[in-house]
């Protein structure tokens, strides 16, 4: 997808480009340049996360910033312009290019900027931008004072317990109740419209504040939570005392509950784990074993000269464990492929590690573990695992997955019932290692003991398979040295 276009000889613009696999939108995290700095080709610019990671974006060319077009907080669809660069700065006081409006097609059909032809109104893509309607959203107004006064008067009104003085409310540019100016079906873009049928919401109880009635994401979001002033939906154009003024409508509105939208991992997640949940058909079994032996080796293995430098932990012996079982028995590293009902064996296992992030769970894998030696998969662990908890993680680095591990033993559980990642076979969740009581050689004796769940999808892996996998793995942890008679 092409992510700039050259508005003039003098700016050109940067569009919110698919940096993974069929995105259609992303949120701004982060800008890291403001309007008036100095970029080079390569420089990052501004952090987005997607579906699927945080990823950083670099401009590909070098000039002046002239414009950020969405606040931090925004969700912007693939394809919308999001910064425009000056690349001859100094050449003169050439205007901004008049077409730059039309560059941004959600932003200037939600605002209402622009005229339609005479007996249209403007509502989607395709009608235009009039060439003198080249103005966002004003930072400072005539309208914004009363506006500001009104919520002011609204949120002190319900704080006294009785209703606001029908002066205070301000005349309406818009229906009061959501939907066309003329009553018909409510004007709102299709990804707006998508959004309210995410977050549950009639658009005809929306009330729109675009102009000739258009509804956007803000007012969207206004009516699907109880605080209007949601980060996500915040814009820095908004007047300093509007935002002061709904403070405190949000402690009301907040005290009891909290609403959050879910988007980017959170709703990317929430949909793998339903399309999984009930698309495969999961059975999960368990086994309790010794481990005794594993954390011995994982002693002395920190003090192997050879695996100086990188992290050595049981979870490094579990998925070499893992991987052994897979090549005694690679019929388990399959797919489902739906559309051709057909058990696509795979050659090569792409070993997953659910991580938890401050984002939600994410499951990165490494590529070609089966190929690694000892050493080779302790760093690329290692990596992975910085490299989740930095939130660098790519989207091309969680895809491809063929089985994943799940550590749930670091939050002191002893076991779970783990879903499939969408597209695998099996996945081994791993509990707790604890010491306790165990029969070893005849007497009871403290062992560190642990408990294995392996889910797998009954359509192409049977009980047979899936025993015979997870009595490996068990056995190989009981006894490590099959690592090497097994290998």
């Not at 002046?64 to 693939?78: A, I, K, N, Q, S």
């Not at 931008?129 to 914004?144: D, L």
């Not at 089966?370 to 939130?391: C, F, Y």
């Not at 002191?412 to 029969?439: F, Y």
């Amino acid at each position: 997808m092409t992510t700039m276009t050259e508005t003039s000889a003098r700016f050109r613009e940067f569009k919110m480009p698919d940096v993974g696999e069929g995105l259609t939108e992303a949120e701004i995290l982060k800008w890291f340049v403001q309007p008036g700095d100095t970029v080079t080709d390569g420089q990052v610019v501004c952090e987005v996360e997607t579906a699927k990671a945080a990823v950083e974006l670099p401009i590909p060319f070098d000039g002046v910033v002239h414009e950020l077009r969405f606040p931090e907080g925004t969700t912007v669809d693939v394809g919308q312009v999001i910064i425009a660069i000056d690349v001859a700065p100094g050449s003169g006081d050439a205007p901004a290019p008049a077409a730059e409006p039309a560059q941004e097609p959600v932003e200037a059909a939600s605002q209402g900027d622009g005229d339609a032809p005479k007996g249209r109104t403007p509502v989607l893509v395709g009608y235009g931008v009039a060439e003198s309607s080249t103005k966002r959203r004003p930072r400072k107004g005539a309208s914004a004072a009363p506006e500001a006064a009104a919520v002011a008067a609204a949120v002190q009104a319900e704080l006294n317990g009785h209703a606001a003085p029908a002066a205070a409310a301000p005349a309406p540019a818009v229906p009061a109740q959501g939907g066309a100016p003329d009553g018909g079906r409510p004007l709102a873009k299709p990804p707006v419209r998508k959004l309210a049928k995410d977050l549950g919401i009639d658009l005809a109880t929306v009330v729109p504040t675009g102009k000739d009635g258009v509804i956007t994401r803000e007012d969207v979001h206004a009516a699907a939570a109880p605080a209007p002033v949601s980060p996500t939906v915040a814009s820095p154009a908004a007047e300093p005392e509007a935002a002061a003024a709904t403070a405190p409508q949000a402690a009301v509105g907040s005290a009891r509950e909290t609403r959050m939208p879910v988007k980017g991992v959170r709703k990317a997640i929430a949909q793998a784990m339903v399309g999984s949940a009930f698309t495969a058909p999961h059975v999960t079994e368990f086994v309790t074993v010794d481990v005794t032996r594993t954390m011995k080796l994982v002693a002395e293995l920190k003090e192997d000269k050879d695996m100086a430098g990188v992290r050595v932990n049981p979870l490094l012996i579990i998925a070499k464990a893992l991987l052994v079982a897979i090549k005694r028995h690679p019929e388990v590293n399959a797919a489902w492929d739906e559309a051709n009902q057909e058990i696509v064996q795979k050659h090569y296992v792409n070993l997953g590690i659910a991580a938890a992030t401050p984002r939600g769970l994410i499951v990165p894998n490494i590529k070609d573990a089966h190929e690694k030696t000892l050493p080779q998969l302790a760093a690329a662990l290692g990596e992975l695992v910085t490299t989740a908890r930095d939130g660098k993680t790519s989207p091309a680095a969680m895809a491809g997955g063929t089985v994943t591990i799940t550590n749930v033993g670091v939050f002191g559980v002893d076991t779970g019932t783990p879903i499939l990642n969408p597209g695998e076979s099996a996945i081994l969740a791993v509990g707790a290692i604890k010491l306790q009581p165990w029969v070893h050689k005849g007497k009871v004796k403290p062992r560190q003991v642990t408990t294995l769940a392996l889910s797998f999808d009954h359509r192409l892996v049977d009980g047979e398979l899936g025993s015979k996998v997870l009595a490996d793995v068990a056995a190989i942890l009981e006894q490590p040295k099959r690592l090497i008679t097994w290998a």
